[in-house]
């Protein structure tokens, strides 16, 4: 079984560009979520997606971040204008269902990315 | 709000032998799932184990083990006969089954050396 793919896997861009992040799913997996890593710290959840509709985005930073999984299947992640403090992993993981503590989340390798 | 707490940036262990990473978490929830992720240097999370807090049993997973103490609050994971396979970051995760999300809340981490 193939696991969860993200690209790139890595990305360098100057403060105010705009960069995106892909990421597809394990076959069959409902529910995508997109974490956010900043070096030092555990992930944090940005925006959850069961099928293409959006479950959870409360920490994600609407006036600079966007989320879109229009066929329910792979997912982009925007950010525009990217600031220095956006410098983190971003990860993706998938899971079969939702609500079902015992439905593992798979993770992605993450796209690392650097705001100069 | 839920919380975790990881005290110990740093531990070592030489191989072969056994060491604990302490884990603490804040709830007022009497349900909720616990979990630990390896995190190596590929930066794809992996999970360890998984522990259901209305189970009293410790969850095991063949070299790695958890003592789940619920009235402390408290959720460390034990690695025994440590290899050099080990290394990398370990996560605490907590989920609730409540929020209406499937986030999982990470700790800072522990990264783990092994030595041979």
């Known amino acids: 079984e193939a696991g969860v793919a993200q690209s790139p896997r890595y990305k360098i861009i100057e403060k105010r560009q705009s960069v995106a992040f892909w990421c597809n799913p394990i076959s069959g997996h409902a529910t995508l979520y997109w974490y956010q890593q900043i070096l030092g710290q555990g992930p944090k959840l940005l925006i959850q997606f069961q099928n293409n509709g959006v479950v959870d985005d409360s920490q994600l930073p609407k006036d600079r971040f966007s989320a879109e999984r229009l066929k329910g299947v792979d997912s982009t992640l925007k950010i525009q204008p990217a600031k220095l403090e956006d410098s983190a992993v971003y990860l993706c993981?998938?899971?079969?269902?939702?609500?079902?503590?015992?439905?593992?989340?798979?993770f992605g390798p993450g796209t690392r990315l650097t705001v100069t | 709000a839920q919380t975790v707490t990881q005290s110990q940036p740093e531990m070592s262990v030489q191989e072969a032998e056994t060491v604990t990473l302490s884990c603490t978490y804040d709830t007022s929830e009497s349900d909720y799932y616990l979990f630990w992720y390896k995190q190596p240097p590929s930066r794809q999370m992996i999970l360890v184990i998984r522990q259901e807090a209305y189970k009293q049993q410790n969850a095991t997973e063949n070299r790695f083990s958890v003592n789940f103490q619920k009235a402390a609050k408290s959720f460390s994971l034990k690695i025994s006969d440590s290899q050099l396979g080990d290394a990398a970051m370990y996560f605490c995760a907590y989920r609730s089954p409540n929020a209406g999300t499937d986030k999982l809340i990470f700790g800072t981490g522990t990264r783990l050396q092994v030595f041979p």
């Open positions: 993981a998938s899971s079969l269902v939702r609500l079902a503590g015992r439905y593992e989340q798979y």
